[in-house]
């Protein structure tokens, strides 16, 4: 693991958080989709674990470069499920095999359109994708990475498990956004709490099967178990640059970092 909690060699396995997620909502002006995006190396093939939206397309394509990788470099696509701030990039990746859960899929075609968080078009484009692979629970997504069903945010919700041996990766999207989620058991977004509480649960029991089992939630950083207990791994970065002068020169920076 690297001093800032983003990258972890374990096995045969890299995974690199190359966009943690923030778990905050906007006041005034609509969602801010700061999602976690999560790239996994073995072999020859490079996933990543859901794309994220048009706002964070720059900085995925400057997170890419960084590594050396080009989008065409990308094998394979694992969307948790179909909301915009996961899901919106997938046409960025012309080479990589799409996956979605098929429940997610089928129920996201159905959603009206320009009333949700469904990107309509998007999905619809999808259905159509020549390297589209829905799936279901219990599939193997990925080498070493099997889809597991956790609705509630949405009815088809997926959480990914890389078995790495003597300790998992769970990758839990929005079924279990963030850490005030995972401890309380209640959440922001859902179609229905109770089903929301028992997905949560069932990610409890997936992250305590193993000792020092990681977990990568889709708007929180990347947590372990420390007696019981989530701790963070790595610090959180989340800053927004305003112009509130005459000029463009003049800007004011204003922290979203949680106070101290």
Request: with cysteine; net charge negative.
């Amino acid at each position: 693991m690297n001093k800032d909690g983003r990258v972890f060699r374990i096995g045969d396995y890299e995974i690199d958080i190359i966009v943690h997620g923030f778990p905050g909502k906007s006041v005034c002006h609509g969602a801010l989709g700061f999602s976690t995006i999560a790239m996994i190396g073995k072999d020859d093939r490079i996933a990543l674990v859901d794309v994220g939206s048009f706002g964070q397309r720059p900085l995925l394509l400057e997170q890419l470069q960084i590594r050396g990788l080009k989008p065409t470099d990308i094998t394979d696509v694992l969307l948790t499920h179909s909301h915009w701030d996961h899901s919106v990039n997938w046409p960025m990746f012309k080479n990589a095999n799409i996956i979605i859960g098929k429940e997610e899929l089928d129920w996201s075609l159905q959603e009206p359109w320009g009333e949700t968080m469904v990107p309509e078009l998007y999905m619809k484009e999808l259905k159509s994708w020549p390297k589209l692979q829905t799936v279901n629970k219990g599939d193997e997504v990925f080498p070493g990475i099997t889809a597991h069903l956790a609705p509630g945010h949405t009815p088809g919700c997926l959480v990914y498990v890389l078995d790495a041996g003597d300790r998992d990766i769970i990758f839990s999207g929005d079924a279990c956004k963030n850490r005030a989620e995972l401890v309380s058991k209640d959440t922001d977004m859902t179609y229905d709490p109770e089903v929301s509480r028992k997905s949560i649960e069932s990610i409890w029991k997936l992250w305590t099967e193993k000792p020092d089992s990681i977990l990568v939630p889709g708007h929180d950083l990347p947590m372990i178990l420390d007696n019981g207990k989530p701790r963070y791994l790595g610090k959180s970065e989340a800053a927004i640059k305003c112009w509130f002068g005459d000029g463009m020169d003049e800007t004011t920076l204003i922290s979203l970092k949680a106070s101290t």
